[in-house]
């Protein structure tokens, strides 16, 4: 699964593949930005590697979870262009 968190200030989004349900990844997200109005929280993942990412709840700005896009090789030609 991938998981896509926008950082403020940050023209860059950190993108982790990561092992988790979509369901735990949005508790987690849920608890670390629900740790008090000061910005304390903080939001722990890992990826499928072992790597664990800490990021300060008070720097997140949007939190993106889904299924990795497949790769796809080739020039694209579908079945419908094929029989058509």
């Known amino acids: 699964m991938?998981?896509?968190?926008?950082?403020?200030?940050s023209a860059r989004e950190l993108v982790i593949k990561?092992?988790?349900t979509p369901?735990?990844?949005e508790k987690l997200v849920e608890a670390a930005l629900g740790n008090g109005a000061d910005g304390a929280g903080l939001l722990a993942l890992s990826d499928d590697k072992g790597r664990r990412f800490l990021v300060q709840a008070a720097?997140?700005?949007y939190v993106e979870i889904g299924v990795a896009?497949?790769?796809r090789?080739?020039?694209g030609i579908g079945a419908d262009?094929?029989?058509g």
Request: proline share 0%.
């Open 23 to 25: 369901d735990e990844v």
């Open 2 to 9: 991938e998981v896509k968190i926008g950082v403020t200030d």
């Open 73 to 75: 090789v080739g020039f």
């Open 59 to 61: 720097k997140i700005a």
């Open 81 to 83: 262009a094929a029989t």
């Open 18 to 20: 990561s092992t988790q």
């Open 69 to 71: 896009d497949s790769r």
